[in-house]
């Protein structure tokens, strides 16, 4: 799990992933999103959710945030 520090734009990061990244679920609350093998899982207050991956430095460089 990620976790933004400081003000998180939740609008903001959900037009960058849609920029990189092929989005499969988005609504008010979450955004999910398939990008080089993973999966990115963000949520309105900018915690994110990576799944395929155990490489901290890989899933923080996911565009999320």
Known sequence: QLT???????PAAR???RKAAKVSTENDFLLRAGFE???ITLYRDGRALV????D???ASAAPSN
Do not use: C, S
């Not at 933004?4 to 939740?10: A, L, N, Q, W």
């Not at 799944?51 to 155990?54: A, K, L, R, S, V």
């Open 4 to 10: 933004p520090e400081g003000k998180f734009d939740y």
């Open 15 to 17: 037009e960058r992933i």
């Open 37 to 39: 093998g993973l999966t």
């Open 51 to 54: 799944h395929g991956t155990g």
């Open 56 to 58: 901290a430095t890989r």
